[in-house]
């Protein structure tokens, strides 16, 4: 999904073809989900200070990196005051070739089913194995997601057949609402965003020189799009969007495709 | 989707080919006249009406027609008289005849509520065996698109005659309602304003059963087309052909004919955007030149009350009731308290980024009017009058001077009035902030209105129940407040007479 090839889109289904929508939206959702995932594959790096926690096993035992040298990487376990016990936190020293295997970097604390939700679909998609293979959970490069809180809840009753997890709850999602506040579908770094109108993107995201690969937008309201078209030549990004009513007027350098229901419905009755 | 059910009417046919005649005829020697845009408003007026009375000769739109000078003011034009006109050249007497036609037997009204009729009755008897027979989505109750000029007559109407399950609602509340929600009705529309509603109603997964008179079909058939070439022109789109490399190629358009009239019709909302289109279906009184204003007086008492026919008050029973439905005897009471500074405070409180935004922009055109006016006019009014009106800006000038430019007007009804002050001043930052003063302005009114009527809403409750609303709650208004307000401005009263006045709409102070 990179910008170098292809080009700008804007598709416009009726509104009421409310599961042709919903379908759309998830999908492209996840696509690019997993094109941004592989977007970010590159080289592991392990940071001081870093909390990690363990891929595979049942506990949930969430470390943090006090040393690194050439060959190891030095790891203090983390537990609640309460648990602490009297013999002092365990240290374990971690092969640096080995580390990948066994750790990912997190944010903050999170369950062990939603660590297993975000491997077990990666995994799934692409052929990895959990047990040996690289996944990153840091990016560097993100998409943006523009549209209503309720398209973004309604990703929960999006599910996979042989995978627990949802499409909300499996991939590494920061939502920002109107004042700004963010809030994580899982407590890795994100991969996505998905705000409300472009303008918080722009104040919370994208000023803040986090690299942005698409803005994609969903739904009504492409109010924004004459600013986003500006930033565009700054920021390099790609422009993606599904609406719902028609745009104020046709851009060049978007293409806009326009479904009409007489093409829907004569699609749907093939 | 939309469903075509034509009426037939053939006294109404005869009588409109007759108009198109006398119209050709009229672009003729000694007369030129070419269109009176005036008479296809009332035209269409009445080919939207659903009100059927025969026991009168005066409906309320012939009454505004027998007012309406823009016939004879173009006859003048070319030295004619109305009087002296011979009797087939008399477009206003055809004009009146189809509007006393309609009203004596209204062939759509009856229409409309035979099939209410057979919709709910049939729905006792059959309800219970379609829920066994069919697995089909059932359609028990009946939604009627309504404006707000009809919307009264047809509950009055639908409670006389005892119909249960049906439901009126407003144009502009209908295009907002779910779709999921409309499932379970058979929808009625009996009016097709033009190509905007049309596509609304098109673009909806639920049936539109539209009632219209057979002439009226061209009008369907002319949207349909222009909705054709508007998905063949998507079809065609270098963007589709450079995605796909499908190259379309459209099939010729199917021609109809259609006559002068039904044109002038369709050719009335050609300029019209969304807002003046929907607000023209929602009230079709804001496009009318004439008012009919109803003179109240009341049992002892000296002064008397001027309403407009649309206008509501409140009966005994505190319901809220047309001043058109008024008789002799009937107890009212009239809603007129000076609310405007609580209303503002409301929503300046609620939106108050918004509310700056509209403040400066109020401020910035009265600011350069109120600049001309005491510089360049040096406080000429009559003279400044005269250039607005010139501008095409038809108020009083008691409304230039006391409102807008000393008075609390936050802005002018028109944005015609706004655009003459710019081009009357050629100030630069009017210039400038012309679509964002505009754009302020209906905000303004819109929050205006909306809030207007939940206040009156919350009196209504009051005066019922006697609670206190949201609105009057979040100003500090208390139960003794309020009802010493109330007594005070606007107490129960007797009328006396009525008498009505019809005036041109220029005429009223905004």
Not at chain 1, 177 to 193: A, C, H, M, Q, V
Not at chain 2, 115 to 137: A, D, F, G, R, W
Not at chain 2, 146 to 172: F, G, H, T
């Amino acid at each position: 999904m990179s910008k170098t090839n292809g080009f700008d889109i804007i598709i416009k289904i009726p509104k009421y073809f409310y599961k042709i929508l919903d379908e759309l939206y998830s999908n492209l959702y996840l696509f690019i989900a997993n094109a941004q995932f592989y977007e970010n594959y590159m080289n592991p790096e392990f940071n001081l200070g870093e909390l990690v926690v363990k891929k595979v096993g049942k506990k949930n035992r969430k470390y943090k990196v006090i040393g690194i040298n050439e060959r190891q990487i030095t790891l203090v376990e983390q537990k609640k005051e309460s648990l602490k016990d009297l013999n002092g936190p365990a240290t374990i020293y971690v092969d640096r070739k080995n580390i990948v295997k066994e750790f990912v970097p997190i944010k903050r604390s999170l369950k062990k089913g939603s660590l297993n939700n975000f491997l077990q679909l990666f995994s799934s998609l692409n052929g990895l194995d959990i047990n040996e293979d690289y996944f990153p959970t840091k990016f560097g490069i993100v998409t943006i997601f523009v549209g209503s809180k309720k398209i973004f809840e309604n990703f929960r009753n999006f599910t996979f057949h042989d995978i627990k997890g949802n499409l909300y709850n499996s991939i590494p999602c920061y939502y920002i609402n109107r004042d700004g506040k963010e809030s994580d579908t899982l407590g890795i770094s994100p991969l996505l965003y998905f705000v409300s109108s472009y303008r918080i993107a722009y104040q919370q995201i994208i000023k803040n020189k986090i690299r942005v690969c698409n803005v994609v937008l969903f739904g009504d309201g492409f109010d924004e799009l004459q600013q986003i078209i500006s930033d565009q030549s700054i920021y390099g990004f790609r422009i993606i969007g599904i609406c719902t009513t028609q745009i104020e007027k046709r851009m060049s350098s978007i293409k806009y495709w326009e479904w009409h229901k007489e093409e829907i419905n004569l699609i749907q009755s093939l | 989707m939309i469903s075509i059910h034509k009426i037939n009417d053939n006294n109404l046919s005869i009588l409109l080919d007759k108009y198109e005649l006398t119209l050709n005829a009229l672009k003729n020697p000694p007369y030129f006249i070419e269109n009176i845009p005036d008479y296809f408003y009332y035209l269409t007026r009445l080919l939207k009406s659903i009100e059927s009375n025969p026991q009168t000769d005066n409906s309320e739109l012939s009454l505004l027609i027998k007012f309406n000078s823009s016939f004879e003011d173009q006859l003048l034009n070319h030295g004619n008289s109305i009087e002296n006109l011979p009797s087939e050249f008399n477009l206003k007497n055809i004009l009146l005849e189809i509007s006393e036609t309609i009203i004596k037997q209204n062939k759509k009204a009856e229409t409309i509520f035979n099939v209410l009729k057979e919709k709910t009755n049939s729905n006792i008897e059959e309800s219970i065996l379609n829920s066994i027979l069919l697995n089909e989505h059932k359609q028990n109750k009946v939604l009627i698109i309504s404006n707000n000029y009809d919307e009264d007559y047809l509950k009055e109407s639908i409670k006389k005659n005892y119909l249960k399950n049906v439901e009126i609602i407003r144009y502009k509340k209908f295009i907002k309602r779910r779709e999921e929600e409309l499932k379970e009705y058979y929808i009625i529309g009996y009016f097709l304003e033009g190509y905007r509603d049309f596509e609304v109603y098109h673009n909806l997964s639920v049936i539109i059963n539209l009632f219209l008179y057979d002439f009226e079909e061209n009008l369907y058939k002319d949207c349909l087309n222009k909705y054709k070439s508007k998905i063949e022109k998507e079809l065609q789109s270098e963007d589709r052909l450079f995605i796909s490399g499908i190259e379309y190629e459209a099939p010729a358009p199917i021609p109809i004919s259609i006559s002068q009239t039904l044109q002038n019709i369709i050719d009335r909302t050609k300029n019209w955007d969304e807002k003046v289109y929907d607000d023209n279906i929602e009230d079709p009184d804001e496009g009318s030149n004439e008012l009919i204003l109803y003179n109240i007086e009341y049992e002892g008492l000296d002064e008397a009350d001027s309403l407009k026919s649309t206008d509501t008050v409140f009966d005994e029973k505190n319901n809220l009731i047309r001043v058109n439905k008024l008789k002799i005897g009937d107890c009212i009471r009239v809603y007129k308290l000076d609310f405007g500074e609580l209303l503002l405070n409301t929503a300046m409180e609620f939106q108050s980024e918004i509310f700056n935004e509209i403040e400066k922009h109020s401020k910035l055109w009265k600011d350069v009017l109120r600049e001309m006016y005491l510089n360049t006019y040096k406080t000429d009014i009559e003279h400044l009058h005269y250039h607005l009106r010139k501008h095409g800006v038809r108020v009083l000038k008691s409304t230039v001077l006391n409102n807008w430019i000393y008075g609390k007007t936050k802005f002018p009804k028109s944005d015609k009035a706004i655009k003459a002050i710019y081009e009357i001043s050629r100030d630069l930052e009017l210039g400038l902030s012309f679509n964002d003063i505009i754009k302020s302005k209906r905000i303004y009114n819109s929050t205006m209105i909306s809030l207007g009527r939940d206040l009156k809403e919350e009196i209504k409750n009051f005066l019922t129940d006697g609670n206190i609303g949201e609105i009057m709650q979040k100003n500090n208004i208390t139960q003794e407040t309020l009802r010493k307000v109330i007594d005070e401005q606007m107490p129960l009263r007797k009328i006396m007479n009525i008498s009505t006045k019809l005036i041109k709409a220029e005429d009223v102070d905004e």
